[in-house]
């Protein structure tokens, strides 16, 4: 694990996401997760109707909303926005987007450049399931290294099912997320995908794309 001694981070998982058909239509909610420390950030706040959700669950978590430092949106899909109103004291990331009211900060996301909040916390590109998705990459006591990674994982599996992440969820460019996905999956302990419940990074997910690597 790659664990850094002096991070004092902790992540909660407040709702689990979920995709489904039912009866012709598609259901679905995002995976909303929490993260305290020395920088406060809510990533992906559901869709507009789960207001009261979040607030609740923020306060079941010892956390108000002013407390919140950054709120993101991995990417620019309603039920991955719905509550960043919420957040007023916060910076908002959304995609490669960061803002603060009416300002607009300029960050080369589209470079690579990782945002770096501290040395336990930062987000980073990884485009793919859309042109500007990014992720959260958090150093935890608890889970160690914990990647939240919005739809760039649509929920454990789809890593024996990539069909699930390729044309269900939608990839708007396949390669790419392939690339970020396989990046993902080797620096991480854990996953916290877009629309399910968070999962470990076993030794055979991490060996099948070192493998499939050493075969390019
Ligand atoms: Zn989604």
């Not at 902790?10 to 995709?19: A, E, H, I, P």
């Not at 991955?80 to 300029?106: C, E, P, R």
């Not at 589209?110 to 793919?128: A, M, R, Y």
Request: charged content about 25%.
């Amino acid at each position: 694990m790659s664990l850094s001694p002096s991070s004092n981070y902790s992540l909660k998982v407040l709702y689990d996401g979920y995709s489904r058909m039912e009866k012709g239509s598609m259901r679905a909610n995002c995976t909303c997760t929490l993260i305290k420390g020395p920088n406060n950030m809510i990533i992906d706040t559901m869709t507009a109707w789960d207001r009261d959700k979040i607030v609740s669950a923020l306060a079941d978590n010892d956390v108000k909303c002013e407390d919140i430092h950054y709120a993101i949106g991995t990417h620019g899909h309603s039920d991955h926005l719905g509550n960043l109103n919420l957040f007023t004291k916060a910076k908002h990331i959304v995609g490669y987007t960061v803002s603060f009211g009416d300002i607009f900060f300029i960050h080369p996301f589209e470079t690579g450049e990782p945002f770096k909040i501290d040395d336990n916390l930062q987000v980073i590109p990884t485009p793919g399931h859309t042109s500007a998705d990014v992720s959260v990459v958090v150093k935890t006591a608890e889970f160690g290294t914990v990647v939240v990674a919005g739809d760039l994982f649509e929920r454990e599996d789809d890593v024996e099912d990539p069909s699930l992440w390729k044309y269900v969820a939608g990839s708007e460019n396949m390669e790419s997320q392939e690339k970020h996905r396989n990046e993902v999956l080797l620096m991480a302990d854990y996953i916290v995908p877009g629309h399910g419940p968070m999962f470990k990074v076993t030794q055979a997910m991490k060996d099948v794309v070192k493998k499939s690597s050493e075969n390019r």
